[in-house]
């Protein structure tokens, strides 16, 4: 199925592509179909064929090793973000599930925090990031990068966690406090485990989160050997060579489908005793 | 030396408040080792409260709870009790073994007693090949067995049901209760049973507990001479109807004296 969408795509693309106004559609002067040009619309085996050339120009490096080692670093960065992201979101779930004091005050301002942009917040963590300097520890640029995909992934984990961690049932909570089981103990024997058929998809939203931060930040303050500074530096070229930014674009989907991928494959080992029916 | 002695007992929800509820009051009970005693009631008479004060998971407003010669909280602490509910509430992530040893590895066993307890309790509720499987590929009543198992794992000597068999469909009940009569017997359990079944708490009972509610207190005690021995000849027995005749009669003295209050089932 998954492949059949991606040829009805490139079907698509290409009808589009042999059809339509190679100046694209005007109406009362406002263009609204798209221009069919060579520049505007490569075919599609050209992007892919783009991927075995040079780099550059008489560079041994092709495209296609480019945006690998781009994809690869971009995706160590996600994966920082991710489980940064991780540990605060469920770090936040587990104080504002003890707490109720905690999840009142607490969780407004994390709905706020989502709807800062991303692109504003990025100079200012850099900015942050480079005024820290603890002893040895020198901040990293990356780190920028990794810390706003944690701080796009931290949410749908507390959310979806906390949500978890209070799906235990009365009488489950009942029966821990029968056999004088602490809070502690509580939170690890049941509301954890109750909670990771809710943690799961969370988690996965997480992740292509913590994907697009760290992408975004990557264009938005320019950091070097990343995915999103591969996009840019494409897409400057496009007039002379307009299919490749298309593949540091197929990049930046692979990644985030390789980290879906991971997510999923730790879905499917965590669930793999559980009773087959989903929450939602 | 009783099992449970209350005192008194008075439990008020949201006391001062606008929904002020009294869901018990001046209740006092007392249950022997290895008594099989049943409260039963209409919705909102106390009895599920009641429960909950033996247990200590909730604490009386006034009065006072003893359980195994202790405050109620002491014998919380030390697991003097096991306690089964309408839902058998098995962890669906912990094969049935890993239900069973939940109170165990709670109080600290180590793996192998673990184990060879659960194997024995596994036994005793004659489920002994199911202890890998996970719950929700049982049935509901195997589910309850296992319920049971978990709640005597520790070899509590009472065991809290809060109408267990509620759930359950006729056939499979009747059956749970020979299952159950036959458990308490061979481990010597005292229990304390909610239902709001008639015959279930005749057939199962030395003693019916019958609670009125607003405020929940008791009515009735009725004894029920049917002897230690009890099997599916027991329900066709003349002390059996009379048994339920004098329940239900106590049941009915109260309906009787509300009529006219409206809504009952609250």
Known sequence: MFVAALALVVVIWETYKALGPADGGTLLGVRILPRTSEYAMPHVWDMFSRFNRPEVRGSDRSVFDAVLAGAWYSFRLSAAGFVMGGVVGVGLAVLMARFKLVQRGVLPYLVVSQTVPLIALAPLVVSWGGKLEVGPFVWPRWLSASVLGAFLAFFPIAVGTLRGLAAASAASVELMQSYAASWTKTLFKLRFPTAVPYMVPAFRLGASASVIGVVVAEISTGLRGGIGRLIIEYAREATGDPAKVYTAIFGAAALGLTMAGVVIAVDVFVMRNRPKESVS | ?266
């Open chain 2, 1 to 266: 030396m009783s099992a449970v002695s209350i005192r008194n007992a008075s439990k008020v929800f949201n006391l001062g408040k606008s929904n002020q509820v009294d869901a018990l009051r001046n209740v006092s009970l007392d249950v022997k080792p290895g008594e099989f005693v049943s409260l039963i009631g209409p919705s909102g008479c106390g009895k599920s409260t009641l429960l909950r004060l033996i247990a200590n998971l909730l604490e009386p407003t006034n009065g006072d709870v003893v359980v195994n010669d202790k405050p109620a909280a002491q014998a919380r602490l030390d697991q003097d009790y096991g306690m089964a509910f309408q839902q058998a509430g098995l962890f669906e992530w912990r094969t049935v073994r890993k239900n069973i040893e939940l109170p165990l590895e709670l109080k600290g066993w180590d793996k192998n007693a673990r184990a060879l307890r659960a194997n024995e309790m596994l036994q005793l509720v004659q489920l002994p090949e199911f202890g890998d499987h996970y719950p929700w590929q049982l049935s509901g009543g195997m589910q309850q067995r296992i319920a049971i198992a978990r709640a005597l794992a520790a070899h509590p000597p009472l065991l809290l049901m809060d109408e267990p068999f509620g759930a359950l469909d006729e056939m499979t009940r009747e059956y749970m209760q020979g299952e159950l009569l036959r458990i308490c017997a061979a481990t010597r359990t005292t229990v304390v049973f909610v239902t709001h079944s008639i015959p279930e708490a005749v057939y199962l009972s030395n003693r019916v507990v019958v609670m009125s509610p607003r405020p929940g207190r008791i009515t009735k005690v009725v004894d029920v001479s049917l002897g230690g021995e009890r099997n599916e000849d027991t329900r066709n027995r003349t002390v059996f109807f009379e048994a339920i005749t004098a329940v239900r009669e106590g049941l009915r003295g109260m309906h009787a004296a509300h009529v006219g209050l409206g809504n009952d089932d609250r």
